[in-house]
């Protein structure tokens, strides 16, 4: 959170966290690796990936209580109104959700709740030609997000709904406590701060990818000689930051024990008439999260557990009310020249090179943002293959699979082979704010609203 007026920037940590009831015994290794985001070593039944063992607790809603207390302007009812009517009105169901829903339907289907509501009487839920968009009832999540306005965010932690989660997480056989969702708070932290070319870029601290991206920026500023636009050098300087970043990343980071797929990740860029800027993401993890739709409540699950190693005795290793490395990177850049960026992706370990090269295509190449949304990346993201956007020049292509594993990739829908990032910038001189989202996705939006014009007397 950038605040304009006190030219300084917070961070908020609602990162999830391990039950403290859990056991990780309960997660043997099996055989191969499983197909889900990270390619971890298989758990026995895909503990860690689906079904209630997977749960962690939610921070979501701690989060969103405390940016509103400590920064917003709203009431808490007035800002989940528009959350409401959405509930009521059911999810819409456009070609592209037939398309996800579609390919987890045999994971939905293996949950009561979740068949009942994402897998109307057992098919997965289309609309005729020409007709309207036909809408699935989200369960009792209207009816949760009413209470949750009437008696507060605490009441997700420790009140009725919260009494409602554990006891509907119970039967389903997690170990999510009472004791879990009541000690459950989100924190307001400074955000880390580093410069690069000249600007200062603000990330977020701790478990988050915002170390892996100043540590690959750090890099870049010695590797990449600034230019007209960026060329087979430039992608080869981004390759080589990024497999060394992520090697350090997964290596050494996590918070130690003292004793391919898709995500269901949204990050949302904003920025208001006065210069206040907001870069949030918020996840569930995997693409519908545990695939667990708690009957009392509506809510589906998140699959957090997934994010930690399932491999014993390394620092992301799964443990009891840990918590675990992430790969959110909301960030915000001050130029030199005034103007300010907010900007951050969905899309797992994909995430942080999506950013860093938005962040050199503006600095080390003085893109536009729309030039920036479109300029082709590559991706870097944990293994040794680098995968490369088709549109991309053959002389750079040819380059880097001179070095490198090279897979090259279709700009495309789905699969999502990129992160799907947003930015917005302000340039307060001048009194505009742009913006722009990852053109392939369609659930990808841009909202504007005009700066209001004083109007001269009459008479």
Same mark, same amino acid.
């Given at each position: 959170?950038?605040?304009?007026?006190?030219?300084?920037?917070?961070?908020?940590?609602?990162? @999830?966290?391990?039950?403290?009831?859990?056991?990780?015994a309960?997660?043997?290794l099996?055989?191969?690796?499983?197909?889900?985001?990270?390619?971890?070593?298989?758990?026995?039944e895909d503990?860690?990936?689906t079904?209630?063992?997977?749960?962690?607790?939610?921070?979501?809603?701690?989060?969103?209580?405390?940016?509103?207390e400590?920064?917003?302007?709203?009431?808490?009812?007035?800002?989940?109104?528009?959350?409401?009517e959405?509930?009521?009105?059911?999810l819409a169901?456009?070609?592209?959700?037939?398309l996800k829903?579609?390919?987890?339907?045999?994971a939905?289907?293996s949950?009561?709740?979740?068949?009942?509501?994402y897998?109307?009487?057992?098919?997965?839920?289309?609309?005729?030609?020409g007709g309207?968009?036909?809408?699935?009832?989200?369960?009792n999540?209207?009816?949760?997000?009413?209470?949750?306005?009437r008696a507060?965010?605490?009441?997700?932690?420790?009140?009725?709904?919260?009494?409602?989660l554990v006891a509907?997480?119970s039967?389903?056989?997690?170990?999510?406590?009472?004791?879990?969702?009541?000690?459950?708070?989100?924190?307001?932290?400074?955000?880390?701060?580093?410069?690069?070319?000249?600007?200062r870029?603000?990330t977020?601290?701790?478990?988050?990818a915002g170390?892996?991206?100043r540590?690959?920026?750090?890099?870049?500023?010695h590797?990449?000689?600034?230019?007209?636009?960026?060329?087979?050098q430039?992608?080869?300087?981004?390759?080589?930051?990024?497999?060394d970043?992520?090697?350090?990343?997964?290596?050494? @980071?996590?918070?130690?024990?003292e004793g391919?797929?898709?995500?269901?990740?949204?990050?949302?860029?904003?920025?208001?008439?006065q210069?206040?800027?907001?870069?949030?993401t918020?996840t569930?993890?995997?693409v519908f999260?545990?695939?667990?739709v708690?009957p009392?409540?509506?809510?589906? @699950?998140?699959?957090?557990?997934?994010w930690?190693?399932p491999?014993?005795g390394?620092?992301?290793s799964?443990?009891p009310?840990?918590?675990?490395?992430?790969?959110?990177?909301?960030?915000i850049?001050?130029?030199?020249d005034?103007?300010?960026v907010?900007l951050?992706?969905s899309?797992?370990?994909?995430?942080?090179?999506?950013?860093?090269?938005?962040?050199?295509?503006?600095?080390?190449?003085?893109?536009?943002?729309?030039?920036?949304?479109?300029q082709?990346?590559?991706?870097v993201?944990?293994?040794?293959l680098?995968?490369v956007?088709?549109?991309?020049a053959?002389?750079?292509?040819?380059?880097?699979?001179?070095?490198?594993?090279v897979?090259?990739?279709?700009?495309g829908?789905?699969?999502?082979?990129?992160?799907?990032?947003n930015?917005?910038?302000?340039?307060?001189?001048?009194?505009?704010?742009?913006?722009?989202?990852?053109?392939m996705?369609?659930?990808?939006?841009?909202?504007?609203?005009?700066?209001?014009?004083?109007h001269p007397?009459?008479?």
């Amino acid at each position: 959170i950038y605040l304009a007026a006190q030219r300084r920037v917070h961070a908020i940590d609602f990162l @999830m966290r391990a039950p403290q009831g859990l056991n990780p015994a309960d997660y043997p290794l099996g055989e191969g690796t499983d197909a889900d985001l990270f390619g971890w070593p298989a758990v026995h039944e895909d503990r860690n990936v689906t079904g209630p063992f997977s749960f962690a607790v939610p921070g979501f809603v701690a989060g969103l209580a405390l940016a509103l207390e400590r920064f917003g302007s709203r009431t808490w009812a007035d800002s989940l109104a528009p959350a409401i009517e959405l509930a009521r009105k059911g999810l819409a169901v456009d070609w592209y959700a037939t398309l996800k829903i579609a390919a987890a339907a045999p994971a939905l289907a293996s949950f009561p709740d979740s068949a009942r509501t994402y897998l109307p009487q057992g098919f997965v839920p289309a609309g005729q030609w020409g007709g309207p968009l036909p809408h699935i009832k989200l369960g009792n999540l209207d009816h949760t997000l009413e209470r949750l306005a009437r008696a507060g965010p605490g009441d997700f932690y420790r009140g009725e709904i919260a009494s409602a989660l554990v006891a509907d997480a119970s039967r389903a056989g997690s170990t999510l406590s009472s004791a879990d969702l009541g000690e459950y708070r989100a924190t307001v932290l400074s955000a880390d701060v580093m410069t690069y070319r000249g600007a200062r870029v603000h990330t977020a601290p701790g478990l988050t990818a915002g170390p892996t991206l100043r540590h690959a920026l750090g890099m870049l500023e010695h590797r990449l000689a600034p230019g007209a636009a960026p060329d087979a050098q430039a992608y080869s300087a981004y390759t080589a930051c990024f497999l060394d970043a992520y090697e350090q990343r997964l290596a050494r @980071m996590g918070e130690r024990d003292e004793g391919g797929a898709s995500s269901c990740t949204t990050h949302l860029s904003v920025v208001d008439r006065q210069g206040n800027m907001v870069a949030l993401t918020q996840t569930l993890l995997s693409v519908f999260g545990s695939k667990v739709v708690l009957p009392q409540t509506g809510v589906l @699950m998140n699959n957090g557990i997934n994010w930690f190693d399932p491999r014993p005795g390394r620092p992301n290793s799964i443990g009891p009310g840990k918590r675990p490395l992430s790969n959110m990177c909301p960030t915000i850049v001050e130029r030199d020249d005034g103007i300010r960026v907010a900007l951050g992706a969905s899309g797992g370990r994909r995430i942080m090179p999506a950013v860093c090269q938005l962040i050199s295509f503006l600095l080390d190449f003085d893109m536009t943002i729309d030039q920036a949304c479109h300029q082709p990346r590559i991706d870097v993201s944990g293994t040794p293959l680098v995968r490369v956007d088709e549109r991309l020049a053959a002389d750079i292509v040819a380059t880097l699979a001179s070095e490198h594993e090279v897979a090259t990739a279709l700009h495309g829908v789905y699969p999502a082979l990129f992160a799907c990032p947003n930015i917005v910038a302000r340039d307060e001189a001048r009194g505009v704010s742009t913006g722009g989202a990852y053109v392939m996705s369609p659930w990808a939006k841009v909202s504007a609203q005009n700066e209001p014009r004083a109007h001269p007397e009459k008479g």
